[in-house]
């Protein structure tokens, strides 16, 4: 389950809410002296969802000099330990400079935010609830901790934080990590201590995939593992590549070696979907003398449905004669045949030679990167805001479509929630806007970008 953090200055309810979350099943958990004892925590729950509630509410007894200080380390830790953050601004008081304080806090650390305007019963409230959307934090719930009004709205919010948490640790889930020879004593003897970065060689037959990997790991260890790849599935070494650890994953490869030639057609369809599971980048392998064949189209349009960053490349170079025109053929057949992949990039190589493997190493890097990459939800709504003015959603029938909220819910790829009004009826052209977008302004090429609607009223 997911962790809350309630931050906000003095007095603006946070306890209330927490208790209201938590309910008489109460447990001080950490009853330690010290730093720590500031922060309550607790089991949260609302409806179905149960979650981890912390509170830094203990310190508003606290009333010496040192209290912004101390108030500010605590907020600083709740917001380390929580997967999201509900900030808490008091409606009757609108905005003060203490609530900037804090949303500085959050927006520093990148904190995930739901921004709550409470006490918000009653049209009093209304001037707070604009002036809080101007702190840059997404739009605010209306509630009353008090009297348990926006819970609903505030569940709408934590939903897709618990279904993206659920989906991250299905996939994090350790698999069978199948590996040849003297790898596995490796991994013994290292207990993962940096992760490698996994990334899987796919391409047909003869595309120079075992020469490509040879020429990283600058060994014929590939070709030599003992019983290569006759009983394994799935075939990998690490190897650190330009300083980073990297796993690499091939399976063809082995098997041909292996002289099991006859099932190479078949299986190399199934083998690369199989090394695709096991990676975090694809590198999908062409073979400049006849690259996007239909097999290549194939898995690299499997990477992308599986959640892969991908990195296309092209192998042979050395043999390529007028290299300028080729760049560009080879550019125009990418966006054409593989639109869904838009913003991969794209390399040339000589995996014989060895040129263009730097350039090969950067690029699964910075897919790695982005693939990773978390935008704050403050940047998303503004960005968003711009976007609905550039381009409003349509109206079909009349009725508005209206978007309310974004939020990124996870990364591994990036994955948005937008909150709106009538999700069923938006165009897929409106969402290809949308991604396009978000790929464009926050510069993340070579990623799958999920993006999910939710209805909100
Ligand atoms: P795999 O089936 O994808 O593993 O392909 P291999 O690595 O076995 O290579 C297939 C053939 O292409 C071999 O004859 C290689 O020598 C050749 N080859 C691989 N990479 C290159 C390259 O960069 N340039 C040239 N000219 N030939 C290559």
Known sequence: TFTLAIVGRPNV?????????????????????????????????????????????????????SLQGRMRRLTERAVEMADVCLFMIDARTGVLPADEVFADILRKKNAHVILAANKGEGKAADASILEAYALGLGEPIRMSAEHGEGMGELLDMLRPIAEAQAEQAAADAPEVDVDVGDDDEDAARVPTKSKPLQIAVVGRPNAGKSTLINQIIGEERLLTGPEAGITRDAISVQQDWGGVPMRIFDTAGMRKKAKVQEKIEKLSVSDGLRAVKFAEVVVVLLDVEIPFEQQDLRIADLAEREGRAVVVAVNKWDIEGDKQVKLKKLREDFERLLPQLRGAPLVTVSAKTGKGLDRLQQA??????????????????????????????????????????????????????????????????????????????????????????????
């Open 364 to 457: 699964i890097m910075r897919a790695h990167e982005v693939w990773n990459r978390r935008v704050t939800t403050a940047h998303l709504n503004r960005w968003l805001t711009g976007m609905l003015e550039q381009h409003p959603p349509p109206a079909p029938g009349g009725k508005r479509i209206r978007m309310r909220y974004m939020t990124q819910v996870k990364t591994r790829p990036p994955a948005f929630v937008v909150m709106t009004s009538h999700p069923d009826m938006m165009p897929d052209s409106y969402k290809r806007y949308l991604v396009n977008g978000l790929r464009a302004d926050f510069d993340m090429p070579g990623t799958p970008i999920r993006l999910f609607l939710r209805d909100q009223g």
């Open 13 to 65: 309810g946070k306890s209330t809410l927490f208790n209201r979350l938590v309910g008489k099943k109460l447990a001080l958990v950490d009853d330690q002296p010290g730093v720590t004892r500031d922060l309550r925590e607790g089991e949260g729950r609302i409806a179905d969802l149960r979650f981890t509630v912390i509170d830094s509410a203990g310190l508003e007894e606290a009333t010496d000099d």
